[in-house]
C-alpha cells in the first residue's frame, strides 16, 4: 500500500467535515474518489496532502505517518497534487511553472529546465513551453497543473477535478493522459465529477458523502450502488 | 496616587480624541479593506476648514461642525470618486490592492504641500476662543473643558456611527458591502456607491476630531503627519475595522502617552507604543480585544 | 546590424556611457543627482528581492539602512576600522534583524505585513533616538554621528570629488543587477516568484515560502545596509530622523512601484524617473512654489497607479523592443 | 552610426545644461533653507529678511568695488533633510556657480553642508545654526554670525544670577524641559553642565519628542517637581502647546526662560496670546532694541512680511551685510579673497547693523566673537503683548521693570 | 412575452468560454430546473443573468427590457434576485440584518415590515433565530436566510444557486418544500441543481446542462425519465 488512511476525520469549528474515513491505494493503479458537491473530498485530499492537519485518525504514506506534516516536505517524499481551481504562476511561461516543480529534485537551473522540458514532452505541451500560463486555455491550464506536478517526481499523484470544465474530446485526451503517467509508475489519487472518466479510469472507487464513505469496490460496483445512486440523484430516484 | 489618577483621566480624554481621529480610518478600512495613508492629511484639511470657519464667520468652534462636517464629507466623497475609484475598478479582483495604498500617499503629499503652498507655513490657533484654557477643578485635579468635550464628541460620534451602521438601510448596506462585497451587489448595493459613502463618513468624521482639536491645538500644513502613525497604531490595537475597537485603542494609547512619563522620559513612551503595537500584531493580530468587527 | 547584434550592443552601449558619463559631465550637481538615482535603484533593486519577487509590501527597509550606516560609521570613528569592512558588518547585523523581522511578519498578510514593518523601522528611528551610548558605542541619540572629511581615500572610502563616489554607486548598482538577475534565474529566484505569485501551488510543489522569503529578506537587508554605509560615507553625517527615515521606506518602495515590481529593470526605471523628477522640481521651484516638487511626486504616484498600476516597465519595454525594430529593420521574432 | 548619435544628444544636451549659467553677472548668493517640511516657518523667515537685505543694498547701487556689481539670491529647499542640504549645497556650488553660500538653520543640516562648503573652498556664512560643532569641525572657509549654544546657554544662566541679584529673589531648583532632536539635547548638555557650576538643583531633565500631540504629561512632571525656574527649547507647535498646558495646569514658577527657536517665532505669541505674558525668552534682536536703524527695518519687514523681524530673520538680515561688506573689501570674486576678506571683518555700522551687539567679527574658527544675546519678557505695557528687551541691563528697554518672580495668576 | 428570456449567450472567464450559444426561456408563474454536473456552467450561467458576469455575445432579456448591460444592483432592482451558491450571508450580521439587507432596493424599501412577515410565516424558524448571528446559524438555516433574504426583495423572479449543497437529506425535503411553497405563491423560480430528482420533481420545465450547452430540454416530468440524465450523472 502506498497510501493508507486510518480513521481520518478533520472538522472545522465543530463540523465535521470528514467522518472517520478509511481508504487504502495500492501502489501502482489510480483510485477514484467520488462524492456529491460538498461530501468532503477536497478536505479528505487537503489533508493527505498536508494542507490541513487531520483532528484525528493517521495517514501512511510509504508506511510512514504523515498526519500534520507540510505539503512542501510530502512534496520532496514523493507526494504531488494538483489543485481544483487551477493555480499557474500566470505572468511566467509554461517552461518556468513546470521548472518550479522540478526544482524539488534539483539544485540548478539547467538540470531542472531539462527534466521539465522531459515532462512537456511527455504531456504533449512542449510546443506551448514558451507561451505565459496566463494565456493557456482551460484544458491547457489543467495540463499544465499536471506536468508541474509530475515534474516533482511523485510516487503518488493526487489529482484534484483536472477534467472539470473540459470539452468532451479534451476529457478523452485527458484520460489517456492520465492513464499514461500511470502507465510511467505513478500511482493516482482521482477526484473527479465527471463519471465517465472515473468510470473509465479506476482501478478502485470510493465514494463519500457528508465526510463518511458511502461505498467502495469497481467501477460498475458503485456505479449500480443504491446508496451511490441516492447519493447522487436524490433518495427517490432508486424507486423510479 | 492622585497625581496617577490625574494623568489617566488626561490620558483618557486625549485617547478618546485619537480614538476619534481614527474612527474614520478603521471605518473606510472595514469598508474598502484599504489602509487610507491619507487619513492625516484629511484631519489635516478638517483642522483647516474647522479654523477658516470659526474665524472668518466668528461661530462658536464647536457650532463650526455644522460647516465641517458636510465639507468634509463631499470632500471625502468625491474624492473616493473621483481619485480612488478607477483603481478599485482596474483591481477589483484584488482584496487589499496595493495600488490603493499607493494612491492614498500620493493624496497625502498633494494635500500637505498644497495647504503650505495656499496657507503658509505658519501655525494657527483660534484667537478669539471661548475654550482657551478652560479647566475644570476636581478637588486637586485639574481637567481640560476642551479636552471634556472632546471625549464626549468621541463617545457620541462613536455611539452614533455604532448606531447608523446598526440601524439604518445605508447602514446595514455598509455593513453588508464591507462583509462580502458580491453578495451586496446580488441585493441591489452599489457597491462603489457604499465606498464613497464610507470614505465620505470617514472623512467627516475626521472632520469631527478636527473640531474638537482646534480649540486647543495648533493648526499647520504637517500637523497631519503626526497624527497619522498614531491612528494606524490605533487601529490595529483596537482591531482594523472595529469601531468601539477604535475608541478604546485611542484610550491605550492615551493612557500610555500620559502615564508612562511619570515613571520615565517622555520620548521612550513613543518606543513603549511601538512596541505594544508589534505586540498585538503578532500576538493578536485581532486587535487587543480580539472582537471580530460585526458593525 | 541584425537585431541580434543589436541588442546585445545597446545594453554595451549603455554601459559606456555610463561609465564615460563623468568624463562629459563635469557638474558635481549633475553626477549627484546620478549618484543619488543610482543608490535609489541599487535600493529599491535590494528592496524588490522582498517586495518583489516574495509579493510582500515593506515599508520599513530604512531600519536596515539606518543599521548599516551606523555600524559602519561607529566601527571607523570609534575604532578606526575601515567603511569597506564596516560595511559587510553592518551587511551582517542587518541580515540578523532582517530575519528576526520576517520570521513573524511573513505570516500577516497585506496591510497587517506593511504596518508591521513600519512599525519596526520607526521603532529603531525612536531607539537610536533615546540612547546616547550602548555599550561601549556611541550612538550619540538624536544629534547623529559626524564623519570628520580629514582622510581621503579609497580605504576609508571618503572622496573629495564626486567621481569616485559614482563609480562605487555605480559598480554596486551593476554588481546587485547582476545578482538579482543571478537570483531570479536561480532556484531561489523560482520559488519566491512560485510563493509570491501562489503560495499555495508553491507549497505543493515542495517550496517551503517562508523560508525562502525569510532568506530573500535576510539577502535584501543585508543589500540595503550596504547601501546605508555608502550613504553615510557621501554625506559624512547621519541622524536618526535622516538615516531610519520613514521617507525613504516609503520612497524606495514608490521607485519599485512606478518602475514595476518583481522586474530587474523596473526599480532602474522607477529610480531614472522619480529621482530627477523629485529633484528639479525641487530646484527649480524649491524657492517659489515650496512643496511643489512634492505635489508634483504625489501626481505621478496617482497618475501611474491609476494608469499603468504594473509599473512604467512593461510599456517601456513594448517601447524598446520597437525602438530595436526600427533601429534594425527586423520585426521581433515572435 | 544612427545609434552613436541617438546617444550622443542626450548626452551632449545633459552636459550643456549642466553647463549652463556659467558666467555670473551678479554675485551669486546661494541659501539652504527648509522651504517644506516641518521647519518651513524658519526657513521662509530668513528667506523674506535675506531678499529685504539684498533689495537694500541693489538699490544703493550694488558692490561698488566690483563696479556696481548686484547681488542675487538663489534658493534650495532642504526639507530639513541633511541629505538634501548636501546634494543642492553641490548644485549651488557646481551648476549655479554661486559664490558664497547661507543656511541652513537646521543644525543637523548645516553640519554636513559646511562640509561640502569647505570642500570647494567656497565662503559659508551661517547666520543662524547654534550648534558649537559647527565652528568647531577646524573649517576654513564657515563663518557663524550669531551665538553658539554654550553662549545662549551661558547667557541664559548669566542673567538668572543677575536675575536673583537685582530681585533678591533665590533660585534653586530648575527644572530642564527639552525637544529631543539635536537642537535641544545640545542645550540640555550644557544646562547640565552649568546647573552644576552654578550650584544649582536639576529637579526635573525631560527631553520630550517634538512631534508630541499632548504635552499635558510633562507640564504634570513639571508642576510635580516643582521647580523654580523652567529652562525650554522648543519648537514652535511645542512651545505653543506647552506655554498654553502650563497656564492651563496653572504650574507657578519664578520664571520660564525659552531658547529662542519655537518661542522667538511670530506665530508662537500670536497663538497663545496672554498666556505668554512674562514668559523670558533669549535672542539675537528685539524690534525695540535700541539701535539706529532698528525700528525703521523692523516696520518695513512687517509692511512687506505681515510679521515682525525675528532674531533669526536678524541674522539672516545682517548675514548678507557682512557678505556685502568683505566683498566690498574683497573686491574680487576669487573665493580666496572673500575668505580672507570675511576673516577680517570687522563691521560695527550700516544698515545690516541692527543687532544688540556692537561689532562683526570672526575668531580663527570663525564664530562672530562680538555675538551677543538679549533676554526679553514677552508681556504687555499697554500695546498689547510685545517682547520687552530686559537683559542685559544696560540694553534694558527704559522705564521697564521686568516682572521677576513671575506673578501667581 | 416571457419574463426571461436568454438569447444566444457566450460566457468566458478570461478567455476561458464556459457558456456557448446558451438559450432559454422562462415564463411568469413557472419553476424551471437547470441541472447538469459539476462545471457545466450553470452558475456562470446565473451570474450571467444578475449582472455579475458579461455575456461576450448574445442578449438577455426581462420582462421585455434588454438587461445584459445592467450592473447587478440595476437587476436586483428591476425584479430579478439571485441567491448564490454557498449562500453567502453577511456572516457577522445577524440574521434580521441579513433579511433587512435583502429588501435594499427602492421596490421593496417601503414594505419591508410586511414582506418580513411573510418571510417569517415561510420560514419561522428564522422569527425564532432573528436575533443570531448569522455565522453560527447551521447550514440548513443559513441556506433558509438565504433564501428569506432573496425574498425580502419582492422578486419577480427568484435564482437559486444549489440550494441543497452540503446539507443533510432532511434538511435538503424541507429546503425543496419551501421552494414549492414559495412558487406556489406566485413567484417565478429558476432553480439550478445537482439534485435532480428533488428539483425536476418540483419544476414545470427543465433544462439539462452540459459543457456550457443546453443539453436537454423539456418538461420536468419528461426529463425524469430520461435516460440521458443517468448516464451524464453515472457514466454508465
Keep these: 500500500m502506498i497510501l493508507k488512511v486510518e480513521g481520518l476525520t478533520k472538522e472545522f469549528g465543530g463540523l465535521r467535515a470528514i467522518d472517520n474515513l478509511s481508504m487504502e491505494i495500492p501502489a501502482g493503479g489510480i483510485m477514484g474518489l467520488i462524492g456529491p458537491n460538498g461530501a468532503g473530498k477536497s478536505t479528505a485530499f487537503n489533508c493527505i496532502a498536508g494542507v490541513y492537519a487531520p483532528t484525528a485518525g493517521r495517514i501512511f504514506f510509504n508506511g510512514e505517518n504523515i498526519g500534520g506534516q507540510k505539503p512542501w516536505d510530502l512534496c520532496k517524499k514523493g507526494l504531488a497534487r494538483t489543485f481544483q481551481i487551477v493555480k499557474p504562476f500566470a505572468s511566467k511561461t509554461v517552461l518556468y511553472n513546470v521548472t518550479v516543480g522540478s526544482f524539488a529534485t534539483c539544485e540548478r537551473r539547467s538540470e531542472a529546465e531539462a527534466k521539465a522540458l522531459e515532462v512537456l514532452k511527455f504531456l504533449n505541451l512542449h510546443d506551448k513551453k514558451d507561451m505565459l500560463s496566463g494565456n493557456l486555455t482551460i484544458a491547457d491550464r489543467k495540463r499544465l497543473e499536471i506536468a508541474r506536478a509530475l515534474a516533482t517526481e511523485p510516487k503518488l499523484l493526487l489529482l484534484d477535478e483536472v477534467m472539470a470544465g473540459l470539452r468532451p474530446s479534451e476529457v478523452d485526451e485527458v484520460v489517456e493522459m492520465i492513464r499514461k503517467i500511470r ?4 500511482t493516482i489519487l482521482l477526484i473527479e465529477h465527471i463519471m465517465r472518466a472515473i468510470m473509465a479510469l479506476s482501478d478502485r472507487v470510493v465514494v463519500i458523502q457528508f465526510g463518511k464513505k458511502i461505498s467502495e469496490g469497481e467501477p460498475a460496483e458503485v456505479a449500480a450502488d443504491p446508496n451511490v445512486i441516492k447519493a447522487y440523484l436524490g433518495d427517490e430516484y432508486v424507486a423510479s | ?108 503629499y498633494i494635500l500637505d504641500n498644497l495647504t503650505l503652498l495656499i496657507f503658509g507655513p505658519q501655525y494657527r490657533n483660534l484667537e478669539a476662543n471661548p475654550l482657551r484654557g478652560k479647566m475644570l477643578e476636581l478637588g486637586e485635579m485639574l481637567i481640560s473643558v476642551p479636552k471634556l468635550w472632546g471625549f464626549g464628541a468621541a463617545v457620541l460620534t462613536t455611539l452614533a456611527i455604532h448606531l447608523f451602521l446598526q440601524r439604518t438601510a445605508t447602514g446595514r448596506a455598509i455593513r453588508a458591502t464591507s462583509l462580502d462585497r458580491e453578495a451586496a451587489s446580488l441585493m441591489g448595493i452599489n457597491a462603489y456607491k457604499i465606498y464613497n459613502l464610507a470614505f465620505g463618513i470617514g472623512t467627516a468624521i475626521a472632520g469631527v476630531a478636527a473640531v474638537a482639536l482646534v480649540p486647543f491645538y495648533n493648526v499647520f500644513p504637517t500637523v497631519g503627519v503626526l497624527f497619522d502613525i498614531k491612528c494606524f497604531i490605533i487601529v490595529v490595537l483596537g482591531g482594523l475595522g472595529s469601531i468601539g475597537g477604535a475608541l478604546l485603542g485611542g484610550i491605550i494609547i492615551g493612557l500610555i502617552e500620559s502615564v508612562a512619563p511619570q515613571f520615565m522620559a517622555a520620548t521612550w513612551t513613543e518606543a513603549i507604543v511601538y512596541g505594544l503595537f508589534l505586540l498585538v500584531l503578532f500576538v493578536k493580530p485581532s486587535g487587543i480585544f480580539g472582537v471580530k468587527h460585526d458593525w | 546590424m541584425t537585431r541580434n547584434t543589436l541588442q546585445r550592443l545597446l545594453p554595451l552601449a549603455l554601459l559606456a556611457t555610463v561609465l564615460c558619463l563623468p568624463l562629459a559631465v563635469r557638474s558635481a550637481t549633475y553626477l549627484h543627482i546620478m549618484i543619488l538615482v543610482y543608490l535609489y535603484a541599487y535600493l529599491t533593486t535590494s528592496w524588490n528581492l522582498v517586495g518583489g519577487f516574495a509579493g510582500v509590501l515593506p515599508l520599513g527597509h530604512a531600519a536596515f539602512f539606518g543599521i548599516g550606516a551606523y555600524t559602519s560609521t561607529i566601527l571607523s570613528l570609534q575604532y578606526g576600522i575601515s567603511p569597506w569592512l564596516g560595511m559587510l558588518v553592518g551587511g551582517v547585523i542587518a541580515a540578523a534583524v532582517g530575519v528576526l523581522i520576517g520570521l513573524p511578519t511573513f505570516k500577516m498578510r497585506g496591510a497587517y505585513f506593511a504596518l508591521a514593518t513600519i512599525a519596526f523601522a520607526e521603532g529603531f528611528r525612536v531607539m537610536v533616538e533615546n540612547i546616547d551610548k550602548l555599550g561601549p558605542f556611541a550612538l550619540n541619540g538624536p544629534r547623529g554621528l559626524q564623519i570628520p572629511p580629514l582622510n581621503f581615500g579609497l580605504a576609508e572610502m571618503m572622496f573629495s570629488g564626486k567621481e569616485p563616489y559614482y563609480y562605487i554607486i555605480l559598480i554596486m548598482l551593476v554588481a546587485v543587477l547582476l545578482l538579482t538577475s543571478f537570483i531570479s534565474r536561480s532556484k531561489l529566484g523560482y520559488y519566491l516568484n512560485a510563493g509570491g505569485e501562489e503560495p499555495e501551488a508553491a507549497m505543493a510543489l515542495g517550496i517551503n515560502v517562508a523560508r525562502a522569503k525569510v532568506i530573500a529578506m535576510a539577502m535584501s537587508s543585508f543589500l540595503t545596509a550596504l547601501a546605508g554605509t555608502f550613504y553615510a560615507q557621501l554625506n559624512l553625517y547621519i541622524h536618526p530622523k535622516s538615516a531610519f527615515s520613514l521617507d525613504l521606506s516609503f520612497e524606495i518602495a514608490f521607485i519599485a512601484l512606478i518602475g514595476g515590481r518583481g522586474s530587474i529593470v523596473g526599480p532602474v526605471l522607477g529610480a531614472l524617473l522619480l529621482r530627477p523628477v523629485s529633484d528639479f522640481s525641487r530646484i527649480y521651484f524649491g524657492d517659489t512654489l515650496p512643496g511643489m516638487h512634492l505635489i508634483i511626486f504625489g501626481v505621478i504616484l496617482i497618475l501611474v497607479m491609476t494608469f499603468q498600476p504594473r509599473g512604467l516597465q512593461e510599456p517601456l519595454t513594448r517601447l524598446y523592443e520597437r525602438l530595436l525594430d526600427r533601429l534594425s529593420g527586423e520585426r521581433r521574432a515572435a | 552610426m544612427n545609434i552613436l548619435q541617438k546617444i550622443a544628444v542626450p548626452v551632449v544636451a545633459f552636459s550643456m545644461l549642466a553647463g549652463t549659467s556659467a558666467f555670473a553677472e551678479n554675485v551669486k548668493i546661494g541659501n539652504i533653507e527648509p522651504m517644506s517640511g516641518p521647519s518651513a516657518s524658519l526657513g521662509q523667515q530668513g528667506k523674506a529678511a535675506r531678499e529685504m537685505a539684498v533689495e537694500e543694498i541693489n538699490a544703493a547701487g550694488g558692490i561698488k568695488s566690483l563696479g556696481g556689481m548686484k547681488l542675487e539670491l538663489i534658493y534650495a529647499d532642504s526639507e530639513s533633510k541633511p541629505e538634501k542640504g548636501v546634494a543642492e549645497a553641490e548644485r549651488l556650488i557646481n551648476t549655479e556657480k554661486v559664490h558664497l553660500l547661507t543656511g541652513c538653520w537646521n543644525s543637523a543640516v548645516t553640519y554636513p553642508t559646511t562640509a561640502v562648503a569647505e570642500r570647494y573652498g567656497i565662503p559659508f556664512v551661517v547666520p543662524v545654526s547654534v550648534a558649537d560643532k559647527i565652528t568647531e569641525q577646524g573649517f576654513k572657509t564657515v563663518f557663524r554670525i550669531a551665538a553658539k549654544d554654550s553662549w545662549w546657554t551661558r547667557d541664559q544662566f548669566a542673567f538668572l544670577k543677575d536675575m536673583q541679584a537685582e530681585f533678591n529673589t533665590p533660585v534653586k531648583k530648575l527644572a530642564f524641559v527639552y525637544e529631543n532632536g539635536d537642537w535641544g539635547t545640545g542645550f540640555a548638555a550644557q544646562w547640565k553642565k552649568l546647573a552644576e557650576e552654578g550650584g544649582y538643583e536639576v529637579v526635573l531633565d525631560e527631553p520630550y519628542p517634538s512631534t508630541s500631540t499632548d504635552l499635558s504629561p510633562v507640564v504634570q512632571k513639571i508642576k510635580r517637581a516643582k521647580p523654580d525656574v523652567l529652562l525650554l527649547t522648543s519648537n514652535a507647535a511645542d512651545a505653543i502647546l506647552l506655554t498654553n498646558t502650563l497656564a492651563e495646569y496653572n504650574v507657578q514658577l519664578k520664571a520660564i526662560i525659552g531658547s529662542g527657536g519655537g518661542h522667538a517665532d511670530p506665530s508662537f505669541m500670536k497663538a497663545v496670546g496672554k498666556n505668554a505674558a512674562q514668559i523670558f525668552d533669549i535672542g539675537e534682536w528685539e524690534t525695540d532694541v535700541n539701535k539706529p536703524g532698528a525700528k525703521e527695518a523692523n516696520e518695513k519687514y512687517k509692511a512687506k512680511y505681515g510679521q515682525n523681524l525675528s532674531g533669526e530673520a536678524v541674522d539672516a538680515y545682517l548675514a548678507i551685510y557682512v557678505i556685502a561688506d568683505a566683498l566690498e573689501r574683497a573686491g574680487s570674486l576669487e573665493p580666496a579673497k572673500i575668505l580672507e576678506a570675511l576673516r577680517a571683518t570687522d563691521l560695527s555700522s550700516g544698515p545690516g547693523m541692527i543687532v544688540g551687539y556692537d561689532k562683526v567679527a570672526f575668531d580663527e574658527t570663525g564664530q562672530n566673537k562680538h555675538a551677543a544675546l538679549v533676554i526679553v519678557q514677552v508681556n504687555d505695557t499697554g500695546n498689547g503683548l510685545e517682547r520687552i528687551t530686559v537683559w542685559p541691563k544696560n540694553a534694558r528697554r527704559a522705564g521697564y521693570t521686568p516682572v521677576f518672580p513671575m506673578a501667581v495668576k | 412575452m416571457s419574463l426571461l428570456e436568454v438569447r444566444n449567450i457566450d460566457v468566458s472567464y478570461g478567455d476561458v468560454q464556459v457558456i456557448f450559444d446558451l438559450s432559454l426561456k422562462i415564463e411568469e408563474g413557472e419553476v424551471v430546473s437547470i441541472i447538469g454536473g459539476n462545471g457545466s456552467g450553470k452558475s456562470t450561467l446565473l451570474r450571467t443573468i444578475s449582472g455579475l458576469m458579461q455575456a461576450s455575445a448574445g442578449e438577455i432579456s426581462f420582462e421585455g427590457k434588454p438587461i445584459h448591460r445592467s450592473q447587478p444592483e440595476e437587476i436586483v432592482e428591476k425584479g430579478i434576485i439571485h441567491v448564490p451558491e454557498g449562500r453567502r450571508l453577511f456572516s457577522l450580521m445577524t440574521v434580521l440584518d441579513n433579511l433587512i439587507v435583502g429588501a435594499h432596493n427602492s421596490r421593496a424599501r417601503g414594505q419591508a415590515a410586511a414582506t418580513l412577515e411573510k418571510v417569517y410565516e415561510l420560514l419561522p424558524r428564522l422569527k425564532e433565530r432573528h436575533n443570531q448571528i448569522a455565522m453560527t446559524l447551521s447550514g440548513g438555516e443559513q441556506q433558509m436566510v438565504a433564501i428569506g433574504r432573496g425574498l425580502m426583495s419582492q422578486p419577480k423572479l427568484l435564482m437559486l444557486d444549489e440550494p441543497s449543497l452540503g446539507l443533510a437529506p432532511i434538511l435538503i425535503k424541507s429546503i425543496f418544500e419551501t421552494v414549492r411553497q414559495i412558487a406556489d405563491q406566485g413567484t417565478t423560480v429558476l432553480l439550478v441543481e445537482q439534485d435532480v430528482r428533488h428539483s425536476l420533481s418540483l419544476s414545470d420545465r427543465g433544462y439539462v446542462l452540459e459543457h456550457g450547452r443546453i443539453a436537454i430540454e423539456g418538461p420536468a416530468s419528461q426529463l425524469l425519465d430520461d435516460p440521458h440524465i443517468k448516464t451524464a450523472y453515472l457514466g454508465i
Design chain 2, 1 to 108: 496616587m492622585l497625581y496617577i489618577i490625574e494623568d489617566a483621566i488626561n490620558g483618557i480624554l486625549m485617547g478618546s480624541i485619537y480614538g476619534l481621529a481614527a474612527l474614520g480610518l478603521t471605518l473606510i478600512f472595514g469598508v474598502l479593506k484599504v489602509i487610507n495613508f491619507a487619513h492625516g492629511s484629511l484631519l489635516m484639511v478638517s483642522m483647516y476648514v474647522a479654523y477658516w470657519a470659526v474665524t472668518l464667520t466668528g461661530l462658536h468652534p464647536y457650532i463650526a461642525l455644522v460647516l465641517v462636517v458636510p465639507v468634509m464629507f463631499i470632500f471625502g466623497y468625491l474624492l473616493q470618486d473621483i481619485v480612488i475609484k478607477p483603481i478599485f475598478k482596474a483591481e477589483k479582483n484584488v482584496r487589499e490592492p496595493i495600488t490603493v495604498i499607493i494612491v492614498t500617499t500620493g493624496v497625502w
Design chain 1, 183 to 186: 502507465d510511467s509508475g505513478v
